[in-house]
T-cell receptor, first 112, second 113 residues
Framework: DVKVTQSSRYLVKRTGEKVFLECVQD?????MFWYRQDPGLGLRLIYF???????EKGDIPEGYSVSREKKERFSLILESASTNQTSMYLCASTYSGTGELFFGEGSRLTVL | DAKTTQPTSMDCAEGRAANLPCNHSTISGNEYVYWYRQIHSQGPQYIIHGLKNNETNEMASLIITEDRKSSTLILPHATLRDTAVYYCIVRPATNFGNEKLTFGTGTRLTIIP
């Protein structure tokens, strides 16, 4: 089975801290994604990557950056966390040419 | 991107067929319809997808109208474990670097015992 693993299920950080959310997939997928999910707003795409060192902005990239140095790993970075970035963050991956995304279990971030 | 419209919530009795509608009236000829669901506290899970023909797999059936402006996801014998938020998504045909999916707010399906 495809496995997408997010490094932390729950994090609590303080305003202004730098936050790293890590995601690893074990199926050699080319494409990886970061979404955030908030009540009433559904899932919103932050960034995605279709190859190592490649990245594309999604719908809400402001305040975030990403890194993809290895094919299996896609990191989401909050340079200076703010309270409005309190959210559930979901990582996903897929092969090119398919819309079948595999999601991790999510990382719930609270910024105080 | 084509947009989709789904009811906010639905109930279905356990053991009955759950029929979840989706409107995608602006869909283009090369765009697929995808369905995902999200059970509480988990990431979304792929269910099924189709272009213009009806599709069936072990989880569900997808019925797409002839004009492709709407579709229905059918869970033939709903169980309590089918309680989830169901997302209908329209996705462009494959283009390198264009694999992203836009999720809306979906339909919250509650299976009633």
């Amino acid at each position: 089975d495809v496995k997408v693993t997010q490094s932390s299920r729950y994090l609590v950080k303080r305003t202004g801290e730098k936050v790293f959310l890590e995601c690893v997939q074990d199926m050699d997928h080319e494409n990886m994604f970061w979404y955030r999910q908030d009540p009433g707003l559904g899932l919103r795409l932050i960034y995605f990557s279709y190859d190592v060192k490649m990245k594309e902005k999604g719908d809400i990239p402001e305040g975030y950056s990403v890194s993809r140095e290895k094919k299996e790993r896609f990191s989401l970075i909050l340079e200076s966390a703010s309270t409005n970035q309190t959210s559930m963050y979901l990582c996903a991956s897929t092969y090119s040419g398919t819309g079948e995304l595999f999601f991790g279990e999510g990382s719930r971030l609270t910024v105080l | 991107d084509a947009k989709t419209t789904q009811p906010t919530s639905m109930d279905c009795a356990e053991g009955r067929a759950a029929n979840l509608p989706c409107n995608h009236s602006t869909i283009s000829g090369n765009e697929y319809v995808y369905w995902y669901r999200q059970i509480h506290s988990q990431g979304p899970q792929y269910i099924i997808h189709g272009l213009k023909n009806n599709e069936t797999n072990e989880m569900a059936s997808l019925i797409i109208t002839e004009d492709r402006k709407s579709s229905t996801l059918i869970l033939p014998h709903a169980t309590l474990r089918d309680t989830a938020v169901y997302y209908c998504i329209v996705r462009p045909a494959t283009n390198f670097g264009n694999e992203k999916l836009t999720f809306g707010t979906g339909t919250r399906l509650t299976i009633i015992p």
